[in-house]
């Protein structure tokens, strides 16, 4: 199998690498990684171009910055070995205008509904909170381009690594009960949601997106006003944020504050013109191909990761070494994970932790025995309740997104 | 290098609470009834990009026109790209975005877009995160030398009498700054601007671009806009 990630011309790349495996093999027999540790430091991601600096924005631990303005973060990897649910102040950050307000008095602050209603409502947060059932769901957020970096050829876009992905448990209103608190007209047939973040430039479309009728009625469809028993991070939307769970994260409007109840198709940009796929059962291309037709992103294909062990990692060869990770899909929920330590040719089943439900994370673990002197292929290949897994090689399409290709961890052992 | 950085986001920061504190302290000095501060408002301070485009033929282009939706990182996380992908990305800025761009800059632009592209070193991000050392207040600024920095770098935004009614300026959301009623700023607060940006606006970091005395230059031809103002 080629690897042109770490064929790297780069070899500071490959070199940090393996200084960042040493320090986090060194530790993971406590389970443990060294996160944060540095604020002042970088994370180099195995592609061209892939040095992030860790930052620390508000409300935030040091993440890996890919953008300043607006703000794009990325969840620095070992994270998500430290729990199921993400941490709050770990969450990736993606914001698609600069223009995001930096003051939100709850007071003033309003969600209204409009539109195709019998009557137009204003809620606060308040009256969310008394008015309406408090819902849970564990979900997992992550953006249509997580993984894009590792496109090839690359495509241009945030050059995210597996870092773009959250899991965390929601708290908030069923959008369904709004809607029928507010009335639905006969004729209503979408809903189209905006946030308080604002373009700069006032001729850039404003960033609405929009769901069918039926799916904004969906059971699990949340208007969240917490994440993880704890307010929003501003920077992921406080203080209310849409949650559609097993669909990528552009739908998951954040700062929410309008619902507009339309009796057509939504026509604005972001809905209409931008996060399209290839219509077809892979949303793929080969490279240089165009796509007959287009249609919009919607749910998240299968995948799994490793967590405990970093690309590149040199370890002690021992019987019994525990390899563990996540898996996740857009809903159907998680039936196997299998793990391979020889590039795919043998596979064993893992064992299966708790069920936190159908759209979350579900965490995985298993031994393998590594012996002195080798190297390995580790790879995870997660399958959902309806037979779907993962890609064995990666697709592709010009924009990056729906990675789910198995990703190959490279270890080695001492001799 | 980047800790300085975060150190000049945590001084910003913490005067941003003091500034907060003494409002506090003399509401309740003063036993005004001014609106108590609630703790229903959340405010967060977002850094300035530390990141700027390096020298090169175009650079003016990307500064005047980039930096209105976003931070110069934006073009150094790419990976290689063509002259004509550059294009084809500054077209769709400019046509599906708004980017004011002219069209005769086009080209310009992506020269130095692509340039920029091939000179960034692998695996890394030019860094300009060294803070500068701050201007001195006790230097007089040179009018003619600020008129002509601010022809060059402020006169597209904050227009040609400094009113915020520039060819760009106009469009933003937030508008730029109205430059005639800055009266009551100090020159500590347009310096700290002019260095570090508006978070929230399209006003960038100039640090990086201009040198303290030019920086010292363009305040005293800003402070000419508000002076002929009161006079009138």
Redesign the interface.
Known sequence: MDHPHLHSSDGLTRRRLLQASLIVGGLSALGNFPVGAEPSSSITLPFERGRRPLVTFPEKRPLMMMTTRPPQLETPFPVFNESVFTPNDAFFVRWHLANIPSTIDLQAFRVTLRGRVKHSLSFSLTDLQEQFEAVEVAAVCQCAGNSRGFSEPRVAGGQWGHGAMGNALWTGVRLRDLLEKAGIAPDAKHVRFDGLDRPVADATPDFLKSLSLDHAMADHVLVAYAMNGEPLPFLNGFPLRLVVPGWYATYWVKMLNDIEILNQEDHNFWTEHAYRIPDNPCGCLEPGEKASNKVPISTMKVRSFITNIPDGASLNAAPQVLVKGIAFDQGYGIDQVLLSSDGGQHWKAARLGKDYGDFSFRQWETQIALKPGQSYELQSLAINRIGESQQLHAKWNPSGYLRNAVETVHVSTKG | M??QR?NL?MTR?SSFLFLIIGILLTSLGSLSVAEEP?N????????????SFQSGKGREVAITYCV????A??I??????SQI?WTE?IKKMKL?????IPEESVNLLSEYLTHQNEL?P????P?HFQKESSPSLNEEGHLDKGKSVYTTHCLNCHGRMGKGDGPIGK????PAANLTILGEKSDQELLTTIQDGR????MPSWKGDLSPQDIQNVLSYVRKFSQESSKK
Do not use: E, V
């Open positions: 980047f800790p975060a986001f920061a609630t229903t408002t959340r405010s967060i301070f977002l850094p300035t990009d530390p990141f209105i939706c976003h931070s990182d934006y150094y996380m790419q990976p290689p790209h992908k990305i599906t975005f708004g980017c004011p960034a692998l695996g890394s991000t860094l469009m933003l959301i937030p978070p929230g606006t399209a």
